[in-house]
């Protein structure tokens, strides 16, 4: 079965700086991060990092859904990350 991203929450991991994110194998959830600097944010105030973050996540969210596929269909594993390189 094909990986999905039915449900469209995502959330900031303030401690790893990281946006999470699942997708679903049939059954199975799987879950991604893919780490703030690879969404190249220019936020300079720690405060608005995590509402930044987000919103650069929703802009890109095609091409960080497209990069999550990759990532799973060579590792299949159930928590993936997603870097810098692999959004290029």
Excluded: W
């Excluded at 991604?32 to 944010?41: M, P, R, S």
Aim: net charge positive.
């Amino acid at each position: 079965m094909a990986l999905s991203f039915p449900n469209r929450s995502r959330s900031y991991d303030t401690a790893h700086q990281r946006i999470r994110f699942y997708g679903y194998d049939g059954l199975f959830e799987v879950c991604f991060y893919v780490e703030a600097d690879a969404l190249k944010t220019a936020a300079s105030n720690r405060d608005t990092i995590e509402k930044d973050c987000l919103l650069a996540f929703d802009a890109a969210r095609e091409s960080i859904l497209n990069a999550a596929r990759n990532i799973y269909s060579t590792r299949r594993k159930s928590l993936n990350l997603i870097c810098s390189a692999d959004l290029r």
